[in-house]
């Protein structure tokens, strides 16, 4: 009997979804200047090739750690740990208001500065002063060393020699960075590019009630990325999110399409109608109801005013929301519903990573507003465990199996772009350490 | 039978959901919802969501920073209402399906 394989054209139960205008070239594909050729996943599982993206990509990146509502007074400090680079940042407001970064150890005999309890987690405080807890040197806000205990027992000691190594700092719309070069290869706003920049107007500040959950997630930092790069898996991991018992439609697995992809060097985003989108999906739940609130965000959030320029910058009709990739590993998403969310991918090893996902609105005025926000945060955590079982899936199998040759349709341009560009700093850096005659070792 | 009520006057007939729910950790919350039989999920919700209404529009009219308790209570019993939706009325088990045990506990939440 011949096999007949559905691999062109839509299945009758597919015509219900919505399709978008492609983009003059013919594809997003195309347009973002990308092969259409399958792909190899070896960056997700070659040891050797985590340990030159470690240089390649993350020690020359401006690397987000922060909001700035963590640093609300002169003297507010946060600690940010980067084993995988060899790296305690120490995040610092100082008496001038300027908000600097710090190489986390003392210049004594180089004992972690500042820490509690366990060294291996991070810390947060607010202080005049920092003093090692192993000899009682102390530092001044500004780095500079303040006091060396029984100094007359030291030979010529000299302050400017004392103080803390700076790592390079700058903030864009409350957000943080760190830039762990010794001369940066572009400053911040220039990383991030005219049109990221316009995200500034977005009144992020207004919106200081945070939400923040973390977990070790056993895969790549790149899969976990991938996971919100399309919505293409979204009828199949999320299936069981939808409402069995909401109105059928006559089709169940309708894909999600996202209507506009764009991307900004080796930044990336897409827009997308949100609540509004994909009308035959089913996905209102008895609770959304009560709570006013679902997976897009609270329904009747206090009004903040005009969102900013910056949004929406493909210009969609119907917006809902954005999701702003930047490269490499920070996701900025802004809803339309007066909220934001923010990813954070931190490797650990070239299989697993930390993930930390954090949730801001308005602070309510009520109990029910503070009840909706929660209803959302709820939701989206339980979206998010899926993501997770099937990113620790993933990697187990594309490891195990002997293919290399990996297929990537229009809608999943962002996963495409990202391994794309990664793979491209990846060869990069090998040929400049090649040039610099120190082939094959990896720093 | 507590002494003490937990909730407000209004709500009394959830006084016997009060000690297991009422959880001022959003963790706590999950991990009670991780613990309970489906049964004992079933009857929560049922019972919670007959009055949610009328909590909710009681809730409106509250300012979360100036709570007194038994309102506190009640927002915590409301946020496990809301912890355990999916586990009762799409999954019918505790656990998010699939995920092989992952967890994302909370660092940070909001007072109350
Ligand atoms: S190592 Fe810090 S005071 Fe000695
Ligand atoms: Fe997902």
């Not at chain 1, 930092?221 to 439609?249: C, G, R």
């Not at chain 2, 355990?84 to 799409?90: P, R, T, W, Y």
């Amino acid at each position: 009997m011949q096999k007949r394989p559905h691999v062109q054209g839509y299945t009758p139960g597919e015509r219900a979804l919505d399709v978008f205008e492609k983009p003059e070239a013919g594809s997003w594909t195309e347009a973002f200047g990308l092969p259409t050729t399958p792909v190899s996943l070896r960056d997700i599982h070659d040891p050797g090739f985590f340990e030159l993206e470690k240089e390649a990509v993350f020690r020359r990146s401006w690397l987000y750690v922060g909001r700035v509502e963590r640093l609300p007074r002169r003297g507010s400090y946060f600690t940010k740990e980067l084993p995988f680079l060899g790296v305690s940042a120490l995040i610092v407001r100082g008496l001038d208001d300027h908000i600097r970064a710090f190489h986390n150890a003392c210049s004594h005999r180089g004992n972690k500065l500042v820490w509690s309890d366990d060294p291996d987690r991070e810390t947060a405080g607010s202080c005049r002063q920092f003093a090692c807890k192993y000899h009682g040197w102390r530092f001044d806000l500004e780095g500079d060393v303040a006091y060396v205990h029984n100094a007359p027992e030291f030979f010529d000691l000299d302050p400017a020699e004392l103080a803390l190594p700076r790592i390079h700092c700058e903030v864009w719309a409350g957000f943080v960075f760190i830039n762990l070069l010794d001369e940066p290869r572009e400053t911040l706003r220039e990383f991030l590019t005219p049109t990221v920049e316009r995200l500034e107007d977005f009144p992020f500040e207004r919106m200081t009630e945070a939400w923040v959950c973390e977990g070790v997630v056993k895969a790549n930092w790149k899969v976990f990325i991938d996971a919100y790069q399309e919505l293409y898996h979204v009828p199949y991991v999320h299936s069981k999110m939808n409402d069995p018992k909401a109105q059928a439609t006559g089709s169940d697995k309708v894909p999600f399409m996202v209507p506009r992809f764009l991307r900004f060097g080796r930044h990336r985003m897409y827009s997308s109608g949100g609540p509004t989108a994909n009308s035959e999906v089913r996905s209102s739940r008895p609770l959304d109801a009560l709570f006013r609130s679902s997976l897009y965000g609270p329904i009747d959030p206090p009004d903040v005013g005009p969102l900013g320029e910056g949004i929406n910058p493909g210009r969609l009709e119907r917006w809902g929301l954005d999701n702003w990739m930047l490269y490499p590993n920070f996701t900025i998403q802004v809803w339309g519903l007066g909220w934001y969310t923010v990813y954070e991918h931190w490797p650990i090893d070239v299989d697993s990573h930390r993930f930390i996902l954090s949730m801001y609105f308005v602070p309510p005025r009520n109990g029910f507003e503070r009840l909706s926000q929660e209803h959302t945060v709820n939701t989206v955590r339980e979206f998010v465990l899926q993501d997770y079982g099937s990113c620790q899936t993933l990697q187990q199998a594309v490891s195990r199996n002997p293919r290399d040759r990996y297929f990537l349709n229009d809608q999943e341009v962002l996963v495409r772009h990202l391994h794309h560009c990664v793979v491209e700093d990846v060869e990069r850096y090998r040929r400049e350490r090649a040039q610099e005659g120190g082939a094959g070792d990896a720093r | 039978m507590r002494d003490e009520p937990m909730l407000p006057e209004a709500f009394s007939d959830l006084e016997p959901f009060a000690a297991s729910w009422c959880l001022s950790d959003a963790n706590a919350r999950y991990e009670q919802r991780l613990a309970s039989s489906m049964t004992a999920l079933q009857a929560f919700y049922d019972a919670v969501g007959a009055r949610a209404d009328a909590i909710l529009r009681h809730l409106a009219t509250r300012d979360p920073q100036a709570m007194d308790d038994a309102d506190r209570n009640l927002l915590w019993l409301m946020g496990s209402f809301s912890t355990v939706g999916f586990a009762v009325d799409v999954f019918k088990q505790p656990e998010v399906p699939d995920t092989g045990g992952a967890s994302m506990p909370w660092t940070t939440t909001p007072w109350p």
